[in-house]
């Protein structure tokens, strides 16, 4: 069981919204910043946001990061069949002194 | 442009030492500003961080696997290793290094992975 929690799965409809939720406890979100990752099938994981809501240069602005206590979200907008994949929410966790992932979520664009 | 190569057995048997390289190029593993990471994906599951070397001496390890897994630097070869012993079919994985910011600030840590190997299977079996 992964330290943080998100959904397994959701899906949405080409051209909407979607936001996958990422909750965690004090030691990591709540006093450490969020990092969110793509992993496309078959592929290495891939950098989409840090700092909780900063873009890496190359990553589209449909994609946005936010935080709220011990929890986060990554929201999608104008979804694309290109944006199928597992997502990942990572954080330090001060009590481990270490990283920890949360279980992924796999968005389908129906 | 920087680039991660994993490299190493494809196959191990149960109880043995799981021994892997990442080369690193494009950059220097030297350069104080980042460290570098291993972090495994078994079959069909999630990510799973195992441990990060800072300039081939700080070491940091996921306490699930601190007991079995040194992590270690050659700045010579701008090479770091993943060594992980008695190792048993639940370690039979993809394994990634990447280069790994860690960010120290008053509001607390950010960190992150910003450049990854293409990943490589292990496979733990007699």
């Known amino acids: 069981q992964s330290v943080l929690a998100q959904p397994p799965s959701v899906s949405e409809a080409p051209r909407q919204r979607v936001t996958i939720s990422c909750s965690g406890s004090?030691?990591?979100?709540?006093?450490?910043?969020v990092t969110w990752y793509q992993q496309l099938p078959g592929k290495a994981p891939k950098l989409l946001l840090y700092?909780?809501?900063l873009l890496p240069s190359g990553v589209s602005d449909r994609f946005s990061g936010s935080k709220s206590g011990t929890s986060a979200s990554l929201g999608i907008t104008t979804l694309q069949s290109e944006d199928e994949a597992v997502y990942y929410c990572?954080?330090?966790?001060?009590?481990?002194?270490?990283?920890?992932f949360g279980g992924g979520t796999n968005l389908a664009v129906l | 442009q920087l680039q991660l190569q994993e490299s190493g057995p494809g196959l191990v048997k149960p109880s043995e030492t799981l021994s892997l390289t990442c080369t690193v190029s494009?950059?220097?593993?030297?350069?104080?500003?980042?460290?570098w990471g291993w972090i495994r994906q078994p079959p069909g599951k999630g990510l799973e961080w195992i441990g990060t070397?800072?300039?081939?001496?700080?070491?940091y390890y996921n306490p699930s696997l601190k007991t079995r897994v040194t992590i270690s630097g050659d700045t010579s070869k701008n090479q770091f290793f993943l060594n992980l012993n008695s190792v048993t079919a639940a370690d039979t994985a993809v394994y990634y290094c990447?280069?790994?910011?860690?960010?120290?600030?008053?509001?607390?840590?950010?960190?992150?992975?910003?450049?990854w190997g293409q990943g490589t299977l292990v496979t733990v079996s007699s």
């Open positions: 990447a280069r790994h910011a860690v960010i120290s600030m008053i509001r607390g840590v950010s960190n992150w992975f910003d450049t």
């Open positions: 494009g950059g220097s593993i030297s350069n104080n500003s980042y460290y």
């Open positions: 070397i800072f300039y081939s001496e700080n070491t």
């Open positions: 004090s030691s990591n979100i709540g006093n450490n910043a």
């Open positions: 700092y909780d809501d």
């Open positions: 990572a954080a330090w966790d001060d009590s481990l002194n270490g990283v920890v």
